[in-house]
């Protein structure tokens, strides 16, 4: 029984999050796409709500001992098959649905077919359901193996306890910043297929949590508390990065002449489209990239034990996404804006690492 439960635990999890987004009273937003006709897509976006519900129905469930706190511990391995049978399933119906690009079916499976999968008229995105889903299941398997920790180890760990209150943060601050992810990359460029369906289904709740699966077990291995806070000030810094490059960049797409701290958008221009050259974007042309990858180091670090190699195939998977993704986002760019591209790389001449890369 425990075996069935554990497997549709995820699907059950899924549903679940899905209702919720459905019945919480959610904000139209316009993003940065636009269909076929030339009209800017909206968006339903409730991420932040159905984040807070979702939590609060974990700790019901498991104060009325209807589901131990600890459940998605307990059945993790379970509930990773489970995930990645969604995914795939979801995969292959979302890409199947629609015709061929013209490319290898393998391709297509991988990359997908189309950019905009929407139902009811933006009703329900495939996007912003498939992120948001993998949000809650992430911070959900979070609070679980926290619960684990500290019902079962008895000497507690600080820096465990900080690893998940990090990517608690995480999960809190893509959902509260969720409109602003409608002008990032994702939403943009990439197609749900694959890549994207079995990524947030399986991938994302369940890998990005990997410092976590192989020392949750583990007692405090001694680490310093200042040295604790340090991997906390790394990560804010990673935090910075990522999250004022996404800010900055939203605020010129929403409003071009308006300062972002105090910063005055400095662009260049070929007098119908217009590139930001400074502050985040001027230091390199992904600083975002760069800030993703720290957070995942100082995750990594937080358990303090350095020595499992497991915990650091998190920020290893970032830097091979990024090295590859940066040079999809040029090619996407060099065809967007042309010479006005090449001229912005003249001016930023590193791709992620300011002064080296």
């Known amino acids: 029984m425990t075996l069935f439960l554990g497997l549709v635990t995820p699907l059950v999890t899924y549903a679940a999050v899905t209702l919720l987004h ?17 009209e800017v897509l909206t968006y339903r976006t409730n991420g932040r709500y159905v984040l807070g519900a979702s939590i609060l129905l974990w700790l019901a469930l498991g104060y009325l ?53 929407q139902i009811g008229n933006g009703f329900v995105d495939a996007k912003v359901w498939l992120y948001l889903v993998g949000a809650v299941m992430l911070q959900l398997n979070v609070l679980s193996f926290a619960a684990f920790h500290l019902e079962h ?72 508390s200042w040295v604790t806070a340090l ?6 810094g990673g935090w910075v990065l990522t ?19 105090g910063i005055t958008p400095e662009v260049l221009t070929d007098g119908r489209r217009s590139l930001l050259v400074n502050g ?30 497991a915990v650091w195939l998190y920020p290893l998977y970032y830097v091979a996404l990024f090295l590859s993704r940066q040079a999809d986002d040029d090619k996407v760019c060099r065809e967007k804006y042309g010479p006005l591209w090449d001229e912005y790389r003249a001016r930023v001449k590193r791709r992620i690492v300011p002064g080296l890369y």
Request: glycine share 10%; proline share 6%.
């Open 280 to 309: 985040f974007w001027g230091a390199s042309r992904h600083i975002n990239y760069l800030g993703e990858t720290v957070q995942a180091v100082a995750i990594a670090l937080a358990p303090g034990y350095l020595g499992v190699w």
């Open 65 to 117: 001992g209807i589901v131990p706190y600890d459940w998605l511990y307990q059945t993790r391995w379970f509930g990773v098959i489970g995930a990645c049978v969604v995914g795939l399933v979801f995969s292959a119906v979302v890409v199947l649905r629609y015709p061929s690009t013209g490319k290898p079916l393998g391709a297509d499976l991988w990359f997908g077919r189309s950019k905009d999968v």
């Open 153 to 224: 180890v008895r000497n507690v760990n600080p820096g465990f306890l900080v690893a998940c209150a990090i990517l608690t943060w995480f999960c809190f601050d893509y959902l509260i910043f969720e409109r602003v992810h409608l002008w990032t990359y994702d939403f943009i460029a990439e197609r749900v297929g694959f890549k994207l369906g079995f990524g947030c289904l399986a991938f994302y709740p369940y890998f990005y949590s990997v410092s976590l699966w192989f020392t949750a077990d583990r007692p405090d291995p001694g680490i310093p």
């Open 22 to 38: 459905l019945v919480i009273p959610a904000r139209r937003r316009p993003g940065y796409v636009t269909d076929d006709a030339g």
């Open 243 to 261: 999250r004022g490059a996404n800010m900055q960049k939203y605020v010129f797409k929403t409003a071009p002449e308006s300062k972002f701290l």
């Open 231 to 236: 991997f906390v000030v790394l990560f804010l």
